[in-house]
Every structure is written in C-alpha cells, then in structure tokens.
C-alpha cells in the first residue's frame, strides 16, 4: 500500500507520504525530511538535528538539496535550490518493501543525483527492535551502507555509469522480518544475479559455518601444495585472500600499479 498526498495538496504545503504496511516515510513540499516512522510501534527514527534533505545533486563540485516534492500517481518530482533540474522517481509498493527508480531527469548538467537519503536513529544493530536497508537492485545504484542493518538509507547515481535506470528498495521493518523481506526484494530482482547461499539465505547454509585460512600473501605457486595440505589437515574447505604483499601486486601488463582482491 502507498499513501500519498495529490501533487497539488504538496505544493500547497501538505508533507508527501510514502508507506507501506510496515513504515511511514513523510517528505515536506520543501524536500526536507519530517519523519520516518515503524508503525507497529508508532516510534519515529529519523535523526534529529539540523534539516536534512530526501535528495540531491551534485554539480561542479556543489550540492544541491532537494527544494520542492510532488507526488501524484505514484511518480515522486523533485526540484532542486540553484538548479533548472528536475527528476522523476517511479514508486511501486511492494509488501516487502518501496521500490524507489529514478524514471527521468531533465534540466541542467549534473555529475550525480542522490535519490533516497533518510538519516537514522538507529545503531543498525541487531539487538534494535526496528531495522532498515537500502538495497541496491542494479550495478549504477550505489548504495555505501552493507545490507542488512544501516543507520542511513542513501542511494546514489554517478553519470559515469548513468543516472536514468538507477534503482533502490526501502526495507524497514522490527527486526525479526528484515531477513524474510530481503529475500523477497532480491527474488524480485530481475537485474542483479541471485545467489541462495548468501545474503540472507547465509544461515541456513551449512557451509557458511565453516571455519576458513586467511592468505595476506604467503599463498603462491610455489607454496600452493602446502596450503592444500595445511587445509586437509585441518579440515577447512575455505582460503580468504585478504590483501596486501606480492600476491596481489600487479605487472607490467595492468600498467605497473598496485591492486588487491579479497572475498
């Protein structure tokens, strides 16, 4: 379910809204954000403190905060302070979440849009009775925070990798449904790989609750029989390369730099 204001009701000064059965998310018509409410408790965890804003951009080098919302069959317009810049956000509620996509964007240049950015009381701790997530749902979304509990739910796009496309499913919800409600996004995730020994399928997999040898470089051709072997002994079935040292230098070939790997 998704409760909004009319377009016009925004712009007269009336707050957005966007809910599911599980959050309240409320936006002033100036862009800033007013609450983010569980609603099986009716506690309110955005941060207090200064205003902070649903969106921005970033252009030459210069933020820009959301100024004016909308919302009117289910596509969120926002503009911009300083800019003749104007986006709009597809919603499509789900039970388990609110898909956020960026639909549109016309206007100015920019170099990126910051398209959710809700600031959060909570510690992203398991022991919290109410979690939240931003999950990314494609590879040009970019989200800072790992899954499962953050403490800010921020998505961004880069217009080196496309801005237009980008993509994001607001989870929140008392913590016990956070894993249940991730499956059910990612299932529903039709651009990015889905991997059911991981994530929050990571659990219930045997496997995951092996022990592992950390490598921070030791591991080479040379020594590779002997890390086998160490592994049998002690019966591990997993090497974590975990960065750093002649392992992960790179040669001539990748232009003489420096880079690491790690799982």
Not at 86 to 99: A, F, G
Request: hydrophobic share 45%.
């Amino acid at each position: 379910m998704l409760l909004a204001y009319a377009a016009g009701a925004a712009q007269s000064g009336e707050p957005v809204v966007l809910e599911n059965a599980h959050f309240r998310y409320t936006i002033a018509a100036d862009g800033r954000n007013l609450a983010f409410v569980d609603k099986a408790s009716g506690t309110d965890y955005l941060r207090p403190g200064p205003p902070t804003f649903c969106a921005s951009v970033l252009r030459a080098g210069t933020e820009h905060p959301a100024r004016s919302v909308s919302l009117a069959e289910n596509r969120l317009r926002l503009g911009f302070a300083g800019l003749d810049f104007e986006v709009t956000l597809r919603l499509e509620p789900r039970p388990s979440c609110i898909r956020v996509g960026v639909e549109a964007i016309r206007g100015d240049h920019i170099d990126a849009l910051v398209f959710l950015n809700v600031p959060l009381t909570v510690r992203g701790a398991p022991d919290e009775p109410f979690g939240a997530c931003a999950l990314s749902l494609n590879l040009i979304t970019r989200v800072d925070q790992l899954p499962v509990m953050q403490t800010q739910l921020r998505a961004a796009a880069h217009r080196k990798f496309g801005i237009v496309g980008a993509k994001v499913a607001l989870v929140a919800l008392p913590v016990g449904g956070l894993l249940p409600a991730l499956k059910d996004v990612l299932e529903e995730a039709d651009e990015m790989p889905l991997c059911k020994v991981a994530g929050p399928w990571a659990k219930e997999v045997p496997f995951n609750r092996g022990s592992y040898l950390f490598n921070f470089g030791s591991l080479t051709e040379a020594t590779v029989s002997e890390w086998i072997e160490m592994a049998r002994s002690l019966g591990v079935t997993q090497i974590d390369n975990h960065g750093g040292g002649g392992f992960f230098q790179g040669g001539s070939e990748l232009g003489g730099g420096d880079w690491r790997i790690g799982t």
